[in-house]
């Protein structure tokens, strides 16, 4: 099982990245995805959530306050790869993201690193002033 982070970067406040998450070793239509983020000295938080296939076609999707209208998931399941689309980018989004893949949590829970069962390793995003 693997999921591989990439996009990150350094960016100017207001510009935009795009993360991908790539997944393999596992029928990804069965996993609902996670993007969390953690900066320096602070707790792994939940950034968005895409709900899995398996469930219904149509897929929920969630945000964090801090990010909603800002942020975007979305999903290929043709490239097994969901995708965190990041615009207006503030000095307060700077951390390591990770995506995350969870066979179990509905969305009630989509932000609780507990309910996820597989990690990537992160890709660091960088917002200068």
């Known amino acids: 099982v693997q999921l591989v982070e990439s996009g990150g970067g350094l960016v100017q406040a207001g510009g935009s990245l795009r993360l991908s998450c790539a997944a393999s070793g596992f029928t990804f239509d069965d996993y609902a995805i996670g993007w969390f983020r953690q900066g320096p000295g602070t707790e792994r938080e939940g950034v968005s959530y895409i709900s899995r296939t398996s469930d219904s076609s149509d897929r929920s999707t969630y945000y964090s306050g801090s990010v909603k209208g800002r942020f975007t998931i979305t999903s290929d399941n043709a490239k097994n790869t969901v995708y965190l689309q990041m615009n207006s980018l503030k000095p307060e989004d700077t951390a390591v993201y990770y995506c995350?893949?969870?066979?179990?949590?509905?969305?009630?829970?989509?932000?609780?690193?507990?309910?996820?069962?597989?990690w990537g390793q992160g890709t660091q995003v960088t917002v200068s002033s």
């Open positions: 995350a893949a969870s066979a179990i949590t509905r969305g009630s829970s989509w932000d609780e690193p507990d309910e996820y069962d597989y």
